[in-house]
């Protein structure tokens, strides 16, 4: 091989783990999916409760949405994240987003209709957006695979050199 090629490999394979790195923190490529929804009476005097365990993934987020029809009611979220807890009436309707959920953690939500002498039908959903792995693996093969291959074949054609011929190299101990 000529030295050239060996280089221009070496800065390829450099290039393409920088790149491959880069995505991870340029594109979000995010999948969503329902994990709980929800939709039934709360009868008066009473209140519901119902739990969710967020994914193993890196930051997930949660996403929720309260529906009541037939007046208000007080919705609440408590975590194992004292920041992310809240408690708000809903009348008719509340969204809500938590940018980092945190990893397994524990959400419970609790519908409050102990005030009222009124049935209420509550909708609730909440999706959880996670990070896409595929992209993150590929960002991490990057840097710990093809960099290093990249660094040795670049040293290769910075170092070496070339013999008389002038297309292959003569590996000499000295």
């Not at 490999?9 to 450099?14: D, F, I, W």
Request: net charge neutral; hydrophobic share 40%.
């Amino acid at each position: 091989m000529r030295k050239s090629y060996v280089l221009g490999m070496g800065l390829g394979l450099l290039l393409t783990s920088v790149v491959l790195f880069s995505l991870n923190f340029i594109t979000n490529v995010r999948s969503s999916h329902e994990v709980i929804r929800l939709s039934g009476r709360v009868s008066a005097g009473t209140s519901n409760q119902t739990y969710y365990h967020t994914a193993l993934h890196d930051k997930p987020r949660l996403i929720g949405e309260v529906l009541v029809e037939g007046g208000g009611i007080y919705f609440q979220m408590q975590s194992d994240f004292p920041e992310n807890d809240l408690n708000t009436y809903v009348e008719p309707s509340y969204s809500f987003s938590i940018l980092d959920a945190g990893t397994s953690v524990k959400y419970s939500f609790i519908f409050d209709n102990s005030f009222s002498q009124q049935d209420k039908l509550v909708t609730f959903s909440l999706r959880e957006e996670v990070s896409e792995l595929s992209l993150v693996i590929l960002g991490w093969l990057g840097v710990f695979v093809i960099a290093p291959l990249g660094v040795i074949l670049t040293l290769i054609g910075l170092i070496v050199k070339p013999t008389e011929k002038g297309n292959q190299y003569k590996f000499t101990s000295r």
